[in-house]
């Protein structure tokens, strides 16, 4: 197992203190998702809907309440994966680009994939990525929480410049990774949970990477759960799912490349590690 992990590390890719330095920052990501909804790209399931998504998600902790105080501690207790494999996997997973995204889910679908080779699994997920990455907007621009490394002192695995003056709750990567499982999930129902454990992880590298409380990430995830729940009722969601199905079965039935079963190997056994 060691040696597996070594190997990952090898080749992955109001203020009470001063802000933290950061260490082990890479580069920026290509599409950062922290301030707000995606921009360009086709428009939502919902656009034409004025639909309220807010009243279903619980309400961002406060100073004083027992989650907010859960959300320091676990703040405090993941900078103990500075410097290690996973953090590093933390700060990768900041990469939100549809071929960064592509490459994140690529061990769970057991294939690996380009924009290009497969438009209509593309575009169902930005589609629907965006639904959620709305209400999330909405959520954020509402609640007007603070990032937890602006609570307490503490590294980051990426640069704070990269969230700017965005809010912390509900968290934008953690919407857009798991919007991506739950749509993956049902395009490939066959590795739905590992499809799942990856875009769960996804948020985890948040918490982890010092950039989001749990409960940011908790909050994302319910948002999008009950965004996927309006969606998946739309005819034109179920229209492009059955296309994006029957692209991948396509893609399958051809010759293709899959991923390194060594370092999918290596990503299970980070995927498994969780903040509590």
């Known amino acids: 197992m060691l040696g597996m992990i070594l190997l990952f590390a090898a080749c992955s890719a109001p203020v009470r203190q001063p802000q933290p330095a950061v260490t082990n920052a890479v580069a920026p990501p290509q599409s950062p998702a922290a301030a707000g909804p995606p921009r360009g790209g086709p428009p939502g399931y919902l656009s034409t809907r004025n639909i309220d998504l807010m009243p279903v998600l619980p309400p961002a902790p406060q100073k004083g309440d027992a989650t907010y105080e859960h959300d320091r501690r676990i703040f405090r207790e993941t900078r103990k994966y500075q410097g290690t494999p996973r953090w590093e996997m933390a700060s990768g997973d900041a990469q939100l680009g549809t071929a960064q995204m592509l490459q994140h889910f690529s061990c769970s679908l057991d294939i690996e994939l380009t924009p290009q080779q497969a438009p209509r699994m593309v575009q169902i997920l930005q589609r629907a990525t965006r639904d959620a990455s709305q209400a999330m907007g909405k959520a954020k621009d509402f609640y007007k929480r603070q990032r937890p490394y602006l609570i307490d002192q503490g590294p980051t695995c990426r640069p704070p410049a990269e969230t700017g003056n965005s809010f912390d709750y509900p968290s934008g990567h953690t919407t857009a990774g798991w919007s991506w499982a739950m749509v993956l999930a049902q395009i490939d129902t066959d590795h739905a949970v590992p499809i799942l454990e990856r875009g769960r992880a996804i948020g985890d590298s948040r918490v982890i990477c010092g950039v989001h409380n749990a409960s940011a990430v908790q909050g994302a995830r ?28 396509t893609l399958r039935a051809q010759p293709h490349a899959t991923p390194e079963p060594q370092r999918c190997e290596v990503e299970r056994e980070l995927v498994a590690i969780q903040p509590r």
């Open 222 to 249: 319910f948002l999008v759960g009950a965004t996927m729940a309006v969606v998946m009722g739309t005819e034109a969601y179920q229209s492009d799912l059955a296309a994006a199905r029957q692209e991948l079965a």
